[in-house]
């Protein structure tokens, strides 16, 4: 079945790296999603990871994924206030019609 | 190009009162996806449409809520009866579906629904 967990806040300074941590139970998931929500919007697709990659680099973001232990992170480097935001992880499946998503980390950028 | 737009973007109701919600796909998109997302919660999937064929309504929490989906595109939720813990933001997302993956669902701003 699906269930993602994430964790839910994080302060960073600006300037600093952020990482962002989110497990998942469904073994079969094809592909993991981040996605970006900022205050007042909609899902903003950030970047996604093939479920046989390990690793996703995209400009200042790095996406880690542990398939033994079900685990994918994002790492922001030299974290800017415009990445203050609510941060979600999910998975898609084949034969699924949804993402299952997580319940989002919400990140705060210290000036 | 245009995205994905909902309207309203604010829905302010009285409890037992019907609302409707309105979502515009991106152009071309067959698949529609509507979401709900209450204060501290993620997303919750409500209902799925795929082109022509019937929707994956199994996300609706009560039979007070209903979509539709017009010629393919456009699509409104409607809620009768409201009740207070209807009170979110829903979401609405449309996708390609061309049938290679990954089939990247790209959302609209929502609308925030308030029952009083």
């Known amino acids: 079945g699906e269930d993602v967990e994430q964790s839910l806040f994080l302060s960073v300074r600006e300037g600093d790296s952020s990482v962002i941590n989110c497990t998942y139970t469904?073994?079969?998931?094809?592909?993991l999603y981040w996605y970006k929500q900022e205050p007042g919007a909609g899902l903003q697709l950030l970047t996604y990871?093939?479920?046989?990659?390990d690793m996703k680099q995209d400009q200042r973001l790095t996406v880690l994924l542990n398939k033994k232990d079900k685990h994918l992170s994002l790492r922001i480097a030299d974290t800017q206030t415009g990445d203050s935001a609510i941060y979600f992880c999910?998975?898609?499946?084949?034969?699924?019609?949804?993402?299952?998503f997580g319940k989002g980390n919400q990140v705060v950028v210290i000036p | 190009g245009a995205g994905v737009s909902q309207s309203p973007s604010n829905k302010v109701t009285e409890k037992g009162k019907d609302v409707e919600l309105r979502c515009d796909p991106i152009?071309?998109?067959?698949?529609l996806y509507w979401y709900r997302q209450s204060l501290g919660q993620g997303l919750e999937f409500l209902i799925y449409?795929?082109?022509?064929?019937?929707?994956?309504k199994s996300g609706l929490p009560s039979d007070r809520f209903s979509a539709e989906r017009t010629g393919g595109s456009v699509s409104t939720l409607t809620i009768q009866r409201t009740q207070q813990e209807d009170s979110a933001v829903y979401l609405c997302?449309?996708?390609?579906?061309?049938?290679?993956?990954?089939?990247?669902?790209?959302f609209g701003p929502g609308t925030r629904l308030t029952v009083l």
């Open positions: 152009s071309g998109h067959t698949a």
């Open positions: 999910a998975e898609w499946t084949y034969g699924n019609n949804r993402l299952a």
């Open positions: 469904d073994s079969s998931s094809t592909y």
């Open positions: 997302a449309s996708s390609l579906n061309s049938g290679r993956p990954p089939d990247t669902q790209y």
């Open positions: 449409f795929q082109g022509n064929s019937a929707p994956d």
């Open positions: 990871i093939f479920s046989n990659m």
